[in-house]
């Protein structure tokens, strides 16, 4: 039964927030040893910040990120509602997305304007989330099935897709998406 200890200074993060680190440190040891998430203890111990100095200087924690899942499925609501200004204001600087086929963009306009003659919109249902810590940020998964409209008005639905996001300070620095769209397109033509 493996116990975690962590302390920190006291009265800067809500509930939420802790909730979410207690978790994470949870599945962080499920992935080392194998404990049911029962058999994991994490204790929070919050020190006053008036006992806490470092480098001969009191210290005040670093504010809580944003949780990377929440981020994207902002940013993927945004984007089905063609809020790109929205949707803009969680990209990193540098952002690059893939999509199928290689196909890369660093500004979301031309994601539009490639997907035109594609399909008129397309909306996602989503079956599973995963976030995983990385050293250098968040890694979201998410997987579901898209539906939407062909442009000459032909509806589709049950395309399988898998979506990949590295999250960073609560910004969004890469995207990569796998779909089956193609061979769908290829599968009716052949009907």
Known sequence: M?????????????E?????????LTDAMRTVIAAPPEGV???????PAGNYMRGRTFKTPGPALPDAREVVKTF???MEARDLD???????E???MVFPGGVEFSRLEELIDWAKPRYNWVKKSYDDWDA????????????GSLRGEFPDGTPFEGIRFVDWFLVRDGKLVRQHVWNDLGEYVLSQADA
């Open 2 to 14: 493996p116990v975690i200890n962590v302390t920190m200074l006291g009265g800067v993060y809500d």
């Open 16 to 24: 939420e927030v802790k909730t979410r680190i207690a978790e994470a």
């Open 41 to 47: 203890i994490v204790a929070l111990n919050e020190l």
């Open 76 to 78: 993927l609501e945004r």
């Open 86 to 92: 929205g949707a803009s204001q969680l990209l990193a």
């Open 94 to 96: 540098g952002f690059r």
């Open 132 to 143: 995983a810590a990385r050293e250098d940020g968040v890694a979201v998964t998410c997987q």
